[in-house]
């Protein structure tokens, strides 16, 4: 067991990779405007917000849809916004009917519209279900922007935009993430609210 000392050095640690990370996260900047304004063009025409995402990505994509349906920092009218797991009657019924790497496609399909935005959230970029809602994303005429990591693995291909956060640790990514997220909601209310 790691003495008191030793488990202090080893948080400080963490959050020093965390500064580290953070620290990259300027190189975004250019890309992540451009995601706000695809977003808020969406949006002011009536569009809407999917988000998709696994396990972690999964509650950053909630939280996300949750800050835009509900209020970030300025009182005002609901956004619209819609985390495509959140229905688990249907992720269930779709995982068991059809497979687990349908669950999202199915759910976009039956709730996108022209115009619409998808931000598919991966941290390997790899995930099949993400991979196949980015493929029904572009049947539906919805823009697709993508939350990934390093290499950007298949999705980054595959996406209008790919905001990929330079790093390889899984953990950092999904902080950078949230952060990425957090800014993204801030502008947009900012500018759907004065608009």
Not at 95 to 103: F, Q, W
Not at 110 to 139: F, M, Y
């Amino acid at each position: 067991m790691a003495s008191p000392t030793e488990q202090v050095d080893r948080i400080i640690a963490i959050w020093n990779d965390h500064l580290e990370v953070a620290k990259t996260l300027p190189s975004l900047a250019s890309d992540v405007s451009s995601a706000v304004d695809l977003i808020y063009s969406s949006m002011s025409a009536g569009g809407q917000l999917l988000v998709a995402g696994n396990g972690g990505s999964a509650a950053d994509a909630q939280h996300i849809a949750a800050e835009l349906t509900g209020r970030f920092l300025i009182e005002r009218r609901p956004f619209r916004a819609l985390a495509l797991h959140a229905n688990t009657s249907s992720l269930t019924a779709v995982g068991n009917d059809y497979g687990y790497e349908h669950v999202f496609a199915r759910e976009l399909t039956a709730h996108a519209r022209p115009g619409d935005v998808l931000l598919a959230i991966s941290t390997s970029g790899n995930s099949q279900n993400i991979l196949r809602a980015i493929e029904a994303a572009r049947n539906c005429e919805v823009t697709v922007i993508g939350l990934t990591g390093e290499t950007g693995g298949r999705m980054r291909a595959a996406c209008d935009l790919c905001l990929c956060v330079p790093c390889k640790s899984t953990p950092r990514m999904q902080e950078m993430h949230i952060m990425i997220g957090h800014t993204i909601c801030e502008l947009l209310e900012e500018r759907l609210v004065g608009a």
